[in-house]
């Protein structure tokens, strides 16, 4: 008969997954963060992209959270940045903006999908 491991008292809890969070934003970025941590993420939290780059070199990470729209290098080149150190990095682009304004596929190439 199997047993099911799923609810085995003797399971080991799996360490939460790491999310390196980067948005300017001071209102959104903040609620992000929270909303990641009550769904029992560890998050570190970057208000811009060299922020970003240095906690990143800091740390380990299994997701890379960036908003697009961020002054000076944007979401999708912090991405880029991140990718050519570390290719099998989980990325995630956010963006209030419009389709419309956002790159092509072709410049998107640095998240996942």
Known sequence: MATDTCNSKDATPLPPLRVLLCDDDTVVGPILEMGLEALGFYVRMAQNAVDAL????QDDFDIIIADYGMPGTNGVQLLRQIRE?????VTVILSGLHSSQLPTEEGLECVDE
């Open 85 to 89: 150190t570390c290719p099998t990095v």
């Open 54 to 57: 240095c906690v990143f070199a």
